[in-house]
C-alpha cells in the first residue's frame, strides 16, 4: 500500500523559504513520477513541479520557476521541494503526489496521478 506523508508547512513572511518533504513508502518500482501540487481551497488542484525518481529529470511550473526547487532522496524514500523567494500568492495546501510508471499524458494534470498525501499548509504572510 502506497503511502505519502507530507511535511515542513507552516508560517513565513515573503521573501522566505520553506522546505516541504514528503516521504514514500510501498512504491513498487523506481519507475514513479513523483509530483507537487497545491490548492487553494474550493479551487482545482494546480501543478507546481514533477521529478523522475528514476533519473531525476524535472518539470516545474511557470510560475515557480527559479524560486523552487524539487529533489529526491532515493535512499529516504524521500520526496522535497525547497520554495524560496516566497510570494503571498504562494500561499496553499501544498500536495505531493505519486504516478504509476504506466501512465501516460500531462505531468501537469492531478487526475493522473494515483497515490496522494495528506496536504501540508503554506502560508506567507505580506
Known amino acids: 500500500q502506497v503511502q505519502l506523508v507530507e511535511s515542513g508547512g507552516g508560517l513565513v513572511q515573503t521573501g522566505g523559504s520553506l522546505r516541504l518533504s514528503c516521504a514514500a513508502s510501498?512504491?513498487?518500482?523506481?519507475?514513479?513520477?513523483m509530483g507537487w501540487f497545491r490548492q487553494f481551497p474550493g479551487k482545482e488542484r494546480e501543478f507546481v513541479a514533477a521529478i523522475s525518481w528514476r533519473n531525476g529529470a524535472t518539470t516545474y511550473h511557470d510560475s515557480v520557476k527559479g524560486r523552487f526547487t524539487i529533489s529526491r532522496d532515493n535512499a529516504k524514500n524521500t520526496l522535497y521541494l525547497q520554495m524560496n523567494s516566497l510570494k503571498p500568492d504562494d500561499t496553499r495546501d501544498y500536495f505531493c503526489a505519486a504516478r504509476r510508471p504506466d501512465r501516460t499524458g500531462s505531468l501537469y494534470s492531478h487526475s493522473l496521478y494515483d497515490y496522494w498525501g495528506q496536504g501540508t499548509q503554506v502560508t506567507v504572510s505580506s
Open positions: 510501498g512504491l513498487s518500482s523506481s519507475n514513479y513520477y
